[in-house]
């Protein structure tokens, strides 16, 4: 028995070898075909403490980073600042977390009374973040917190954090003035620190040739056919974004730009895309599919050369150079859980194709909404400011500005930004006739008194 099972032994070693002989032979064939693939997979910068506060929070007491960790039966936060470090661990079944999170997102869903999804949006805050910003449990200077940095998991990938609310309902079932969590903080989604790491890597590399940018990009096709069936979706027809087309149109009006619109919208003139740009915007549908996410995809106008659907599995291979790539697609990131991969969706597949920042939605965008939010998105962007503070004041914005029925979050809460925050250097382009005209002034102002005098010397030697 003791020969046998030394036999075995050595049966085991030997095919552990094969299998390491075969990992090491895969690993070598990533690192010659995809190499970015190879450096985010498996040559991964680890994220340690001090990392993180030096790259991602840069000692900025106004940053914290936050990351949630869903298992069985309990929920593990991790939260760092720049002087503190905490880990929290909540029973999930003493405080009704999974009960919880379903109220607020079926709330969401089905429109329900404003004093119930108030309720949700309350609790959801008690028990995820007061922890860490409020009371005897907080991080230290946690009172000067202002930007979150979120990595969810489980279901709380699915969660509108900015829409949660930091104060209860009063006794009239209608919560306080400036009660939700974007009045106090802006918030940032990242797949993992790891990730997040990768990205500001990236960013700051494109951002050292980002004089031959062009400002934007932008892909609208105009959905009057019907996109055909494939092995995976049926044949179906989708409606033409109105509002946020119109709102593209004035964009590439205002911004350095390219504009491939209508028919010119293809899959096959996206894939040759090889310019630089600071913003990529594809204003179109996107197809989430729950159980096979990468074959969740994008639609472009139909062409002889592609299918007119980008999926995600063909990111992967494709080496997009733009700092900040806009999905106006539903869903666009929130995909399905992998194991070891953190949630898989459109957005972690421009995140491998090179594209360090995402704004995304979390469900169906509503298209007023969106290209209200959006364009002032941009427009704070110009202003210097960070991306996550940006969308921040452009949803700030559009509440201000929106009566009692498109307050609510289901029009503006699911668009949210990952991926780095840093500001980008987005400048409307400069018109010759304001140019020309003011040239024209300047030699008016300069050259009126020098004609005047010349004029009167000319008569005095008369």
Not at 138 to 147: M, S
Not at 305 to 310: A, N, P, S, V, Y
Not at 351 to 368: F, H, I, K, R, V
Request: glycine share 6%; aromatic share 10%.
């Amino acid at each position: 028995q003791i020969i046998e099972s030394k036999d075995k032994d050595g049966e085991l070693i030997e095919k552990l070898r094969k299998v390491q002989w075969r990992q090491d032979s895969l690993n070598n064939l990533f690192r010659r075909e995809n190499p970015k693939y190879h450096r985010l997979k498996i040559e991964k910068e680890v994220a340690t403490v001090a990392k993180l506060r030096e790259k991602v929070l840069n000692r900025d007491l106004e940053k914290v980073m936050i990351e949630f960790f869903w298992g069985e039966k309990t929920l593990n936060i991790i939260a760092i600042n720049a002087s503190d470090f905490k880990m929290y661990a909540l029973s999930l079944e003493a405080c009704d977390l999974p009960e919880q999170v379903r109220l607020l997102r079926e709330g969401l869903r089905k429109q329900q009374p404003f004093a119930d999804l108030a309720t949700a949006q309350f609790k959801l805050y008690q028990t995820l973040l007061a922890p860490i910003l409020e009371g005897e449990t907080a991080l230290k200077n946690a009172n000067k917190i202002r930007r979150l940095f979120l990595i969810p998991d489980g279901p709380l990938r699915g969660i509108p954090f900015a829409a949660l609310r930091t104060s209860p309902p009063n006794e009239s079932g209608k919560p306080g003035e400036k009660a939700l969590l974007l009045y106090k903080y802006s918030t940032a989604y990242q797949f993992s620190s790891t990730l997040l790491l990768e990205n500001i890597q990236q960013d700051q590399k494109l951002a050292q040739n980002e004089g031959n940018f062009r400002s934007l990009y932008a892909y609208a096709p105009d959905f009057k056919q019907e996109m055909p069936s494939t092995t995976i979706f049926p044949e179906q027809k989708f409606p033409a974004l109105i509002a946020t087309g119109k709102a593209l149109d004035q964009l590439v009006e205002r911004y350095p730009s390219r504009y491939f619109k209508g028919e010119q919208a293809t899959e096959a003139s996206f894939k040759a895309l090889a310019e630089q740009s600071l913003v990529l915007y594809l204003n179109t549908h996107g197809l989430l599919h729950d159980s096979l996410p990468l074959h969740s995809g994008i639609i472009f106008s139909p062409d002889t050369q592609e299918d007119g659907i980008l999926y995600t599995r063909e990111l992967f291979s494709m080496s997009l150079n733009t700092r900040l790539v806009i999905l106006g697609a539903c869903n666009t990131g929130y995909g399905q859980a992998q194991p070891g991969e953190s949630q898989m969706s459109l957005s972690r597949g421009f995140t491998y194709a090179g594209c360090p920042s995402m704004l995304t939605s979390l469900w169906e965008q509503y298209d007023g909404a969106s290209a209200s939010i959006t364009t002032d998105f941009l427009r704070f962007l110009e202003d210097g400011l960070g991306k996550d503070i940006a969308l921040q004041r452009a949803q700030i914005k559009y509440l201000s500005k929106s009566d009692h029925f498109g307050d609510q979050p289901q029009y503006w809460a699911q668009m949210i930004i990952g991926g780095s925050v840093a500001p980008l250097p987005l400048k409307p382009a400069r018109k010759s006739w304001p140019f020309l005209l003011g040239i024209s002034l300047a030699l008016c102002i300069v050259g009126g008194p020098l004609l005047f005098f010349s004029v009167l010397n000319q008569k005095r030697y008369k």
